[in-house]
């Protein structure tokens, strides 16, 4: 897999988390993908919508990286595997804001979803604080609202071609005047 | 009430212009919409002067218009099931970001914001 992007991370999670909240038939698009080019339209105050935001988060496990050579044609295939810890901003609004949050956060330990994530080298770090309530103010009315932040380590790597060695010619001259040359082949 | 709505389209003040209209949908909960070309007579002045943002990495320039029109301007909307109206006025791309409705009066006044940040 080469480099994923923030997008493409997104674009992973959304049909997980529509799946966990049973919205597959009747709403899949209540689980929208915020910071939008064009700033989509609102939803109404009595609608249960989610919204994910992923923010890639600083650690120290993100600075390693770990190098391979496999044999390619002609050259060898480097490959460098690092983690990126990527946290994951989850808003839910509407009545059941909390309880949808609630349920997501559960269903992280589902093998379902973890032999999901793992499939895309994904997987949930089991340490995420409660769902917080943070009702918000608007249109002269408080609306509903829950925050949490879920954390993933990702693998991710990249893969580029490294010139290698076919062959090197060697020349030795020496003091008396005989040269000798060769060749060294891989 | 005056209705100054023949004000709108007085030749001495008024000029054509396109207006893009999008409506969309969310797939896979992105929002991905197209637009329709709208052709508009109307009055458009600048509502700010085209001042420059000089931020670190680049100059970013920035402005405002009013639009001034007999037909409904739209804004963003969740019914509509669109965003802003995106009028095209001397080479540049301005979206909505206000509409007043004084159609009581004969028009509708929009305040568009330049999109291009170059």
Redesign the interface.
């Known amino acids: 897999m080469a480099m994923r992007t923030i997008a493409e991370f997104?674009?992973i999670l959304?049909?997980i988390i529509?799946d966990i909240l049973d919205w597959s038939v009747s709403k899949?698009?209540d689980?929208?993908?915020g910071w939008?080019t064009?700033?989509?339209?609102?939803?109404?105050i009595t609608d249960d919508v989610i919204f994910?935001m992923a923010v890639p988060i600083d650690h120290q496990i993100n600075r390693q990286q770990d190098v391979s050579y496999d044999e390619g044609s002609p050259d060898l295939l480097e490959t460098r595997g690092m983690t990126r810890v990527m946290g994951l901003n989850v808003i839910a609004y509407g009545a059941d804001a909390l309880y949808n949050l609630k349920k997501i956060k559960t269903a992280m330990f589902y093998e379902s979803v973890r032999h999901t994530l793992s499939a895309e080298q994904i997987f949930y770090i089991p340490d995420t604080i409660e769902p917080r309530r943070a009702p918000e103010p608007g249109q002269g009315q408080w609306w509903e609202r829950g925050d949490m932040q879920l954390q993933f380590n990702e693998l991710l790597t990249d893969t580029r071609e490294q010139n290698a060695v076919e062959s090197v010619d060697i020349e030795i001259d020496r003091e008396n005047g005989v040269n000798i040359e060769f060749t060294i082949n891989q | 009430m005056i209705n100054v709505r023949e004000l709108i389209t007085d030749p001495d003040f008024s000029q054509k212009f396109t207006v893009y209209r999008?409506s969309?949908?969310?797939?896979?909960?992105?929002?991905v919409?197209t637009h329709t070309e709208v052709s508009m007579v109307g009055v458009i002045i600048p509502a700010s002067a085209k001042e420059l943002n000089m931020l670190p990495e680049a100059d970013r320039v920035v402005g405002t218009i009013s639009i001034y029109t007999k037909t409904p301007l739209y804004i963003?909307?969740?019914d509509?099931?669109?965003?802003s109206d995106k009028i095209l006025w001397k080479g540049d791309l301005w979206k909505l970001i206000s509409v007043n409705n004084y159609s009581d009066f004969g028009f509708y006044k929009g305040i568009a914001q330049r999109m291009a940040g170059d």
């Open positions: 997104e674009d959304q049909p529509v899949p698009n689980v929208r993908i939008e064009e700033g989509p339209p609102a939803f109404k994910i | 999008s969309g949908e969310f797939v896979n909960g992105r929002w919409e963003t909307s969740n509509r099931q669109g965003t």
